[in-house]
């Protein structure tokens, strides 16, 4: 009888007491998805072949004051002797045509008196776009014009200025030009990465 109520108070009691918590994993935090770098295009970049840069010509005709033709404002053609180059890139081909134009003409005469030459040069084409170019040549052979010295080779200067005789200057004499305008080459834009955007906690 003892035993039984000894029992049924230990239930009792076991019952009353409160229950241990077991503590359970806690769940993982939620973690955004690492954001992909974004890409853009960067602007497009810019270089310049600065004004005063020399392009070789070549002669593309011969003029002479022989048979007393040759006048002031006369047109006179001419190539360009080489590649232009800004880095690797090539601006000016060689073989683009150019225009140099007469500035002064001065036939042979009596008591000796030598023909003579000058004429400035104007532009080279590039496509559609014509640009400026500085310089000048003559019977003399080196002419120099608001600081940019210019000259015409492989032609002997007593080929251009004899006494009683006529100047010529011969198809295929070279001839120094400079650039007269700052030429800006675009280069393709270029895709860049950005930084990606930080998560928001």
């Not at 080489?82 to 042979?108: C, F, Q, Y």
């Amino acid at each position: 009888m003892v035993s039984s109520i000894a029992l049924a108070a230990l239930a009792a009691t076991q019952a009353a007491a409160p229950q241990t918590a077991v503590a359970q994993p806690a769940a993982p935090a939620a973690v955004a998805p690492a954001a992909q770098p974004a890409v853009i295009l960067a602007p497009a970049g810019e270089s310049v072949l600065r004004a005063g840069t020399e392009v070789p010509l070549v002669m593309a005709e011969s003029i002479t004051t022989n048979g007393k033709k040759l006048r002031v404002g006369q047109r006179v053609r001419l190539t360009v002797g080489s590649d232009i180059r800004l880095g690797t890139s090539v601006v000016i081909p060689a073989g683009s045509p150019a225009e140099a134009e007469v500035t002064d003409v001065r036939n042979k005469g009596m008591w000796g008196k030598s023909g003579r030459i000058e004429a400035r040069v104007l532009n080279v084409r590039v496509g559609d776009r014509l640009i400026r170019l500085s310089g000048s040549f003559d019977d003399k052979g080196v002419t120099g014009t608001a600081g940019v010295v210019a000259a015409v080779a492989l032609v002997p200067i007593a080929g251009f200025f004899v006494t009683g005789t006529s100047a010529s200057i011969p198809s295929g004499s070279g001839v120094k030009s400079f650039l007269d305008e700052d030429l800006r080459i675009a280069a393709p834009a270029a895709p860049v990465a950005a930084a990606a955007p930080l998560a928001v906690q």
